[in-house]
């Protein structure tokens, strides 16, 4: 028989490999239900030993967060090649992915987990949406973005987020139309406040050029003319003559 020899890690790969373990438990259980014990256990070694390299579960943590935000904030990461349509649709499927595969550690890392208070996790926490909002406008091609603009890209990045967090709550939408559904929402959001600001208009009206009608905002306008279409006639008329009234409706009567 010959006896395997355990080799020797070195400090920073050791470090390394914890994190990594712990990252993998608080994929799969919240933090705070992950034990040291176990961290130990599942990287085949002592408990006294995790703590000479960490200096409690908080700062492991931390250096998981910091793994994991490093993870998804590169998931925003595409190349400005092709409509933005579907670049945005490839970002959110990458971005679906990361919540998957790290369903109770994204929760954590997006509302706190034991670090819930530390000036640290939601340092990085912010520094995740700043690269969000970053990539967005590169594709976007605007390097001092106007106010409506700043507003547009910042809820959406919210908006994105909260859905991911929604969805985790039982899967109960299918992922592909979250996906999609997120696409459309930016559309909508920035066609909205284009129709308000003429400086965004500028701006979205040569993304809109660029995008095919099989796309995915093409689609949208698809599913918005379906939806019209579905309105009965008459209700469809009264809008319109209500809307070109300098009155109100209920002051006409």
Known sequence: ????????????????????????????????????????????????????????????????????????????????????????LRVMTRFFDFVDEHGPGFFALMRGGPAVGSSTANAMIDEVRQAAYEQILSHLAVQSPPPRLELVVRSWVSLAESTALLWLDGRRIPRGELELQLVHDFAALAAVSAAYDDEMARILLPVLADEPPGGPFGDLVTRLTGLASMLPAARTTEAAQAAASPLPAARMA
């Open 1 to 88: 028989m010959t006896t395997g020899v355990r080799r020797r890690m070195g400090v920073e790969e050791r470090r390394q490999q914890l994190i990594g373990v712990a990252l993998e438990l608080f994929s799969h259980r919240s933090p705070d239900h992950v034990s040291i014990d176990e961290i130990a256990a599942a990287a085949g070694i002592s408990r006294p030993l995790v703590y000479h390299y960490f200096p409690g579960k908080q700062s492991l943590y931390e250096a998981a967060l910091r793994r994991a935000a490093d993870d998804l904030a590169e998931r925003f990461a595409e190349p400005h090649e092709g409509p933005l349509g579907a670049r945005l």
